[in-house]
Structure formats: C-alpha cells, structure tokens
C-alpha cells in the first residue's frame, strides 16, 4: 500500500520540480519514499509494507516500447511508459496465472499492474480487483491515464493546467506546486447548507477550484488539450436463485470471502467493534480466518466515559461493551480492547484533523476516538484495520417499511399483511400500532412526488449566512439524488437499490477519509462491506428477501443467525448509540471552548459564511453542554470545523 504523486509538464523537455515528498514525509508513516525523473515529468511513491510482497515493490517503473521493465537509471530515450500505483491487489493468483509463464507469488503488485497494461493497455482497469489508485503516463502520446478502484477506496486527486498535470493521494502537495489555487465556493456553500452529516454533494468536486477527485469505478484520461473521465464499472445484476436457502449459502461465501481478500496482510488485523450489525458481522467472518493463520483480531470498542444510561430510552444502548463480550465469547481470539479515550472531548483534535483530513468534515464526534484507536492499533502491529463503514446499505440493509411499501405498490396485499404479522411478533409491538404506521407510510408515498425540495432559511443552520442560498439550487447540485434529511422519502424503493449501495458522493468522502487516516498512523483501513463482489450480490438479491418474512436486515439476522450472539440480533427495535456522552466530555473545557470560538468567528474573511449575530447571542447564552443543547452544539462545532479550516 502507498501514496502516489506526480507533475508532467507537456511540451517541456524537463521538469524544473525537483521532488513532491515533503508533505509525505511530514504527515505520512511511510517505509520508504522514492521519486524519480524522466524529461517532463516527476512521480513519486511512498510505501507502506502490508503484505510480503511490498517488500520487492520498487515503483515507479518505467517501460519500453514493449511494456518490459527498465532500470531507473536506463538511457531516457528508451523510456515509454511509467507507471506509479498505491494498491494491493485481491486477484493476483488469478492475474498471476494470467500473465506470468511460471508462477510467482512473490511478485510485487505493482509489477503485475504493468504486465496487465503489457497485456490489455488501459483496458487492465476492467481486470483489477482489491483497493487502488493507478497513474499510467504514456511518454510519447503525452497522455496521463488515471483510475481508482470500484469504490474509490484510495483516493486520488488531480489539476490541470494548460501546461501541465499533477496528481496526487494528498491534496495539499498540489497546493504547494500551485498556491495560487482559489477556493471552490460552491463546495464550501454544499457543506454549510447541507442538513444532516453528509459534507459533500459533488463526487468529484474538492474545496479547491479544478483540482478534482476521481470518482469510484471511473478513470480519467489527461493529455494537454483535453480531461475525459470514463466509467467502467458500477455493480452490476448477477444471477441469483430465488431459493432463500441457496441464498444464504451464496451470500455467506460471498461475505467470507471478501472478509478474507480484507484480513491478507503479513501483519496483525484489528477492528472497531460494537455491538451493532456491521462490525460484528464482519468479526465473525474475519476471527475463524485469522485463528486458521494463527493469529488474534485486535478489536477497539468505545465505552462511554459517564454513565448515560439514565438519559436514554431502554431500547437505545449507550454502553455496547456487553454485546461484544459476547462476541467474543463465541470467537476466544478476538482480543477486546475497551476505551473511553480516557474522556478526552474531540476538541483538542480539531486543528490535527482538519490537517490530516485536508476538506471540511461533519464527523467530529466519532473521528478523534478512531484516530486513537488507529494510533494504538499500528503501535500493537497491526496493518489491516477493519470496519463495517457502509454495511448499512449492503450486507444490513433492509427496513420493514421498504419492504412493506413494496409489496402495497405490487399489490401483494396477502404477502404484506403476512410479513407485517410476523414483523409485529418479532419486534414486539401491536399490529394495531403497525397498521397505523403502515397506513400513514403508504399516504405518504402516494403523494405525487415533488421531486428534490430546495432549501430554505427555516431548513438552515442557524449559524450559518442565509445569503448563501442566493443563487444556489439544491436540484442542480444535488446529481446523484442522496437522499437529505430534511425531504428524505420514508422508504428505499426497488428502482433505488442501486443508488443505496453505491452512493458516489459518501464513495468519494470515505476512501479520502480512510486513505489518509491510514496514512497518517500507519495502517490500511478495509471495509469488507463495501467489496465489489458484496456489492454485486446486494445489487441482484430479491428486493422484498431484504426484510424476508417480516424479518428486517434479514442478511444478518436470517443468514447468520448462527454465527453471532441472539442479544445482537434481537430485540428489532434496540439501537446504539456511539459516542453517546460526546457533548459531556466538553464540560470542563466549557470556558475556553466558547471564547475560542467567539475569538475564531470574529475573523473578517468568514462573514460571507457566517450569521454571526446568531453564533455571538447564542454564545452569550452560555448555554450548558447536555443533551438538551446537543443539536444547537452540533450545528455550531460544524461552523468551528468550517472555521478553522478557513483560516
């Protein structure tokens, strides 16, 4: 695994830019950092050993004419292609087998990337499987060829120029070649005025004008006179039984093996785990694995450090640290690791996440914890860290209300009333009371739907400047439809599926978050749920199977029912709570925290952004830090964030 970087200038006989590293080597844990020359153009590689074979990586590689490798030092005018890629590649017996006359499993990964452009030029990209960024410059057509994986696990950014190209895994070498660059306004606007957690809109777009991030499944072609991006890929519909009990079989191998593609590393293999679907799931699969290797799973789970018990409803759980004893019960060699963060607030993390990160970000509540946790995981030698990020819209989709919905548009009324009985047992409660929720479900959806609303003031964080909804359309950014909380549809339908499970915005913001989190302590974070061979399942799986018989997330709770404790399973309708004491960690920073903010909003270049009448009265208030005051709180430390990453 690795970063890459690299500037070709078109139409220059030299690159006059020396080297790209040094952002590398200030925020990054690198093995080994090489850079290398050739004419116009620079590329750069830093490496992170995770599997034996990065030991051999030497990249970047330059190519012949007939795609063999040559040494760096080679005579220029041989020089053909070069090539630089931050990956580990999933399929490489397949690809070995393929490409190589004898087999060799000590092949490095970037090596088999060039056999495969020897092979199929840029139609490797429909060859490839694991997590990747790739940039390909053919010398002699002046063309830069640039891909992510199918789900933009790593992250890749670009800016052109009319004289030249640069990429980079971090955004902020590219401000340091252009610090001309201006501000995105636009982007800026999306993140102030999105309701909800969501920072971005746009999947390609960045806080900087031009410079660009590639979008998951996509590839771009550069040359001097032109910027083309292509996809190649997206999940597709595969054919499934309708059988429920070849199903399961189906969907098991198919998530044990994608566990298993995830945990390959020479290594430890930790995981944040709670008590919820995702991560559990995903232990359960990943803990056989490893003990067959000999190895333990090291998991992290957050405990609140006050008791918030009292301040929550029964079926909302704050403290999860006994539904992971359990797991653990069923699987000895996960090795639980129980922290508080010693009760330490995000606050103090701002400035260091905001560098790390190098966008504005929403999630500041959870972030610090992870980052510690990834901090002690790389000290305990852990490589791969795991997690089940976007199982919510794969291997645990599925709610009682889609389902529901869906069988009333079909017009299976037996089918329905049916499921909706067996959904009331399950979970507990009346039918009466599902009936009635049900039928104001079905009103609802029967409303001629509108279409995406726009924003108004009353929708707005109030910290934030009204007149920024000048000019802007929600219906024009927002092309992807992601589903916002303020006109969120009651249910998924069917047609939507996809869209779910391949959110290209949340795509974009979570494989740059996970790649230069990694980065920065030193591991490579993957998420078993977010596989493209799950997503292609998930894609084709029958709709109404999703809550099968009135069960919800029913991939979990119906297929592997034996494989995880039936206190994480049961009852339906608990729910976690993560960082549930997060805005009581604030108190004993409550004075210093308010003035810094005040001081910090002051600034003359954040008016445009700002209500600051708003933010000054609401801070003259000094309102205490408790649940009462945890969504006014919320939407002023996402103003603080956006603060100081202006400045």
Known sequence: MSAIWGLVKFDKENCQTDSMSFEYERKCKLDRINEIKSGNSLFGFGLQIITNEDETELMPYILDTDGNILDTDSDPKKHRTIIVADCIIDNRDELIAELLNVKDTSISNGRLICLAYKKWNTDLVHYLKGIYSVAIFDICKEQLFIFTDKTSSRCL????TPSAVVFSTLISPIKMLYPELKRNETYLKDFLLLPGLMPNISSTETPWENVFIVEAGCSVTITKDSCIQTRYWAPEKINLPKDIDKLKNIFLDTYKNAVKRAVTTNGQVGIALSGGFDSASVAALAAPLLQYQDK??????????????????KNQITNESGYVNEIVKMYPNIKPTYTDNGGKSFYGYVDELVDVMEIPFKAFVNMPLLLEIYKSAAKKGCKVFLNGQTGNASVSFGAIEDTIYDLYRRKRYLSL??????????????????????????????????GQQELTKELLNKFVNSDLLTDYSLRKRNQTNIALNFSEEPVCKREKITSVIYTLPALSYIGAMETKLGLYTGIVI???????????FCNSFPFEYYCYEGTPRYLIRGFMKDLLPRCILYPILKTG??????IYRLTTEKDKILSNIKERSSAENLDKYLNKAAINEFLDERKDFNLQTENEYLYLFITYIFMKYIK
């Open 296 to 313: 333990d799973l090291f998991s992290y789970t957050y405990v609140p450090h006050y008791n918030m018990s009292g301040f929550y409803p």
């Open 417 to 450: 009333f049916t499921y909706l009985s067996n959904y009331c047992k399950e979970a507990g409660i009346s039918r009466a009371h599902a009936f009635s929720v049900t039928q104001k479900l079905i009103s609802a959806m029967n409303k001629e739907d509108g």
């Open 526 to 536: 993957r998420d078993a749920t977010r596989d493209m061979e799950i997503l292609n």
């Open 577 to 582: 709570i993560q960082s549930s004491d997060w």
């Open 157 to 160: 950014y670009y800016y052109k």
